[in-house]
Structure formats: structure tokens, C-alpha cells
């Protein structure tokens, strides 16, 4: 298609070019007066030289449509009445290519000096052979580079599928091993994209393995902490069993004993199973407005019985009224959490401080103790479920080491997060900061 257009528009050039000599030629036979039988020889060798450069035949035909001249010598002296002719004594001139000849034809007047009569015509005949020859040439040149570049391309194309796949397929056995429980790294390095393959799966498998570890340790821990009261229990009915005629108070001691161990089992229970809910409810937070202030009030509310056993002073301050989207249960379980922590941890006549305060886009909370404190090495830890840093205590107080996994949990379905401050000795500081508007 694009070589058609090619050969028509150098043909077309062709034919403005001819046009444009033969125009200067007929202003040069007007001048002359070639035709009124004047001949100076310089038109007779111009015509010989275009027919001869454009691989053509001129024709003079005059007025009486005689053949005056003929480049051709072939026809001079004869009548040429042709329609092409006679139209363009009319005024009406033609210039064509016919594509079965592979000519171009075309007629130019020759006009008298003055420019009011038609005195002559022109007839004008050219090859268009050298154009074409010159186009078919290029057509099979271009056909045998389109080839070559078609045999290279399906070369290259075949060596480089060959050299991508062989990665590729070395990445597919290996993932096909890990599908049958054979979880090891994975090194295809041959090219950046495999190499990329191989660490994004490296990096999985590492998370998928401490995702184990931590599954494995927390169903160690969970039948750890429920045989412990569950020991207790067996071996306080096996010494009542063993004792003959034991008096009524000792058993009444061991079955109070019994009791609390039961309270304890159930507490633990109760608590796994809240962590349990929280991890398998990710979407179902119970999201609704509520003021923060009045949250708070009830949480401290419900401890200060807790509080005031042991002479603590419980102290509320909040620097604004903060309305937040939050799911209430959920929020109240975990700052209950707390400062419950706050006050079990803390020193006969301590104090807790809890305040509350808000940005444009948060709302903070914050529980201050005059306790234990934390010691810096296992600040991290206390987040984890079950651990607890003084175990003794803990158990003393009723601890299952789980509340502030669930407090944690908690936070972070609000898209929120927990800061602890603490020095051994003098006391912690945990900062909780929520955003006022959830976002699913
Ligand atoms: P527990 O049920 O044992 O209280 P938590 O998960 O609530 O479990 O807390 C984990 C451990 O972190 C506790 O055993 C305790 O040693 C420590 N801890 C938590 N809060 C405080 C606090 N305010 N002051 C001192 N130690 C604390």
C-alpha cells in the first residue's frame, strides 16, 4: 500500500514536471514562430533534448491539425485529429497516465502572441518504465529485508521465551514443593524478575513460619494455663481423700481452695475465648457514636471498689467532651483492661491517673500509675498473650496474662495504637490513641 502510493506520486512529479517544461517550450514556440514555418534550430534541438531526457515522442500539430513535428520522424506531414486534440484547441488540455501503456499523455496549446488563439498543439508522450522498474525494485528489496527481519525476529523471539521460561519453570518446582510441605527458600537468581519472584516468596514463607511458631507456642501456653488449675484441683480432692476422718474446717479450706481454682479456670476460659472472637470478627466491629467522656466514667466507676481495697486514689481528668465512632463493648473491655492493670500493679495508697483528650482526628487516652513499673527489656513482651512478668503475682491477683493481647487486639481493629512508658519502680504510662471517624 505504501509503495502504491509511492509509485503514483513520483509519477504524479513526473507529469508536473513535464508540464512544466512543455509549458516553457509552448511559450517558446509562440515566440519563435516555429509553426508559421520560422525555425532558428534552438527549438527543433530543445525538443530533440526532452524527448530524449523524458524517454518520450512531441508532437507539433498546427491549426490545420498537419503533424509539423515530429521527434520521432515518423509521422510529419500527416493529420492528427484526435479527440485529445481537438479538445484542447478548445482550451481544454489533458494530461493522464494510462497504466496498460504505462505512458503519460498529455496535450499543451500553443497559443499565438497575444494569448488570444490556440495556434498549435502539443502532443506529449513519456515512459513511465524507469519509475516503475525503479518501484519494483524497491518492492522486491523490501520484500526480501521483511523476510530476513521476520526469520531474525522468530529466532530472537524463540531463544528469549527459551531463556525466560527456564527460570520460570525452576520458580514452578519450587512452589510445587512447598504445596507438598517442603517450606524452604527458594534462589532462582538468573534474572531480576525471578530473583524478585523468589524474594517476595521467601519473605511469605517467613511469616508463614513464625505464624506456626506462634500458633504452636500459643496452644502450648493455652493447655499450660488450663492444666495448671485443673493440677491444683486433683491434687487438693487426692490429700482430702487421703486424710481419714479429716475435721469439717479443713475440708471447707480445700473445697474454698477448689472453688477459686475453678473461678480461675473460668476466668481464663473466658478471656481466650474474647481473644478468640476478636480475632475472627476482624469486620464485625459494632461501630456507633459514642461519647468517650461517659465511657470512661463508667469504667472508673466499675473499678473504684477495686481501687479503694487497697486505698488507691482513682483520679478522672478529661481536657474536652470527645465523641468518637467506636465500638463501645469492645473499647470499654479494653480500657477496662487497663487501668484494672493500673490498680492491680500498683502500690498500697498509689494513685491512677486516666485522662482524655482529642485532636482534629484522634482521641487520646491516657492511664498513669504510681505501680510496679515494667522493666525496660520486656516492655515489648507485655503485649503477647500469656506473658506476664511477675507470674507469682499475677496469678496472686487473678491475671490470666492475656489482657493486654486483648487490649492490643482491640486498639488495632479501631486502626488505633498502644505506647507504653514504664520505669521499674516508679510506674507506667500507657497511651492509647484512636481515630474519631473509623474507616472500615
Ligand atoms: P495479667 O492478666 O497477668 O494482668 P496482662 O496481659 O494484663 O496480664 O498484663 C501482662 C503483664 O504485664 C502483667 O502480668 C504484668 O506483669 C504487666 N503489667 C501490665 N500492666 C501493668 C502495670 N500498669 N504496671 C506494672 N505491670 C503491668
Known amino acids: 500500500m505504501l509503495l502504491r502510493g509511492n509509485l503514483n506520486d513520483q509519477i504524479e512529479a513526473k507529469i508536473r514536471e513535464l508540464q512544466y517544461q512543455c509549458n516553457t517550450l509552448s ?96 502532443v506529449v508522450t513519456s515512459s513511465s518504465s524507469s ?40 520458580v514452578s518446582d519450587a512452589l510445587k514443593k512447598a504445596a507438598f510441605g517442603d517450606l524452604e527458600p527458594v534462589d532462582v537468581g538468573d534474572c531480576v524478575e525471578t530473583q524478585r519472584i523468589c524474594d517476595a516468596y ?6 508463614l513460619k513464625t505464624l506456626d511458631e506462634s500458633r504452636q507456642e500459643f496452644v502450648s501456653n493455652v493447655s499450660h494455663e488450663l492444666k495448671t488449675p485443673i493440677t491444683s484441683i486433683r491434687v487438693l480432692a487426692d490429700s482430702l481423700m487421703s486424710m481419714e476422718d479429716a475435721p469439717i474446717e479443713l475440708y471447707r479450706e480445700f473445697l474454698s481452695d477448689i ?32 461519647s468517650i467522656n461517659e465511657l470512661l466514667e463508667l469504667v472508673l466507676k466499675r473499678l473504684r471498689p477495686l481501687a479503694k481495697r487497697r486505698n488507691i486514689e482513682l483520679v478522672f481528668e478529661s ?79 487473678g491475671g490470666t496474662g492475656l489482657g493486654l493481647a486483648i487490649t492490643h487486639s482491640v486498639i488495632q481493629l479501631h486502626h488505633g495504637a498502644i505506647k507504653l512508658y514504664s520505669k521499674e519502680g516508679e510506674g507506667s504510662t500507657f497511651t492509647v490513641r484512636i481515630p474519631l471517624i473509623y474507616i472500615a
Open 202 to 207: 521467601n519473605k511469605m514463607l517467613t511469616k
Open 319 to 397: 481536657f474536652r467532651p470527645v465523641i468518637g465512632e467506636i465500638d463501645e463493648v469492645k473499647l470499654t473491655l479494653a480500657v477496662t483492661n487497663l487501668v484494672e492493670n493500673a490498680i492491680k500493679y500498683n502500690v498500697d495508697e498509689g494513685w491512677v491517673r486516666v485522662s482524655l483528650n482529642a485532636d482534629h482526628n484522634f482521641f487520646y487516652i491516657k492511664v498513669q500509675d504510681s505501680g510496679l513499673g515494667i522493666p525496660e527489656n520486656v516492655q515489648d513482651k507485655v503485649f503477647e498473650r500469656f506473658y506476664r512478668v511477675d507470674k507469682a503475682r499475677s496469678r496472686e491477683t
Open 131 to 170: 519509475i516503475i522498474d525503479m518501484v519494483d525494485g524497491y518492492y522486491s528489496r523490501a520484500g526480501v529485508i521483511d523476510i530476513v527481519i521476520l526469520i531474525i525476529s522468530v529466532f530472537v523471539a524463540f531463544f528469549l521465551s527459551l531463556a525466560l521460561v527456564r527460570p520460570l519453570k525452576r
Open 27 to 122: 511559450r517558446q514556440l509562440s515566440k519563435s514562430g516555429y509553426l508559421d514555418g520560422r525555425d532558428d534550430g534552438t527549438i527543433n534541438s530543445t525538443l530533440s533534448v526532452l524527448s530524449d531526457v523524458y524517454d518520450g515522442r512531441i508532437l507539433l500539430v498546427s491549426k490545420t491539425f498537419k503533424i509539423e513535428k515530429d521527434t520521432y520522424s515518423i509521422d510529419e506531414g500527416k493529420l492528427n485529429i484526435s479527440e485529445s486534440v481537438l479538445k484542447c484547441f478548445q482550451g481544454e488540455s489533458l494530461a493522464e497516465y494510462s497504466e496498460k501503456s504505462r505512458r503519460i499523455q498529455m496535450t499543451i496549446p500553443v497559443y499565438n502572441l497575444a494569448l488570444t488563439d490556440v495556434i498549435g498543439v502539443m
Open 259 to 290: 472453688s477459686d481454682e475453678i473461678d480461675r479456670e473460668s476466668t481464663i476460659i473466658d478471656d481466650l475465648l474474647s481473644l478468640v472472637k476478636l480475632d475472627k470478627s476482624n469486620m464485625e466491629l459494632k461501630v456507633t457514636q459514642v
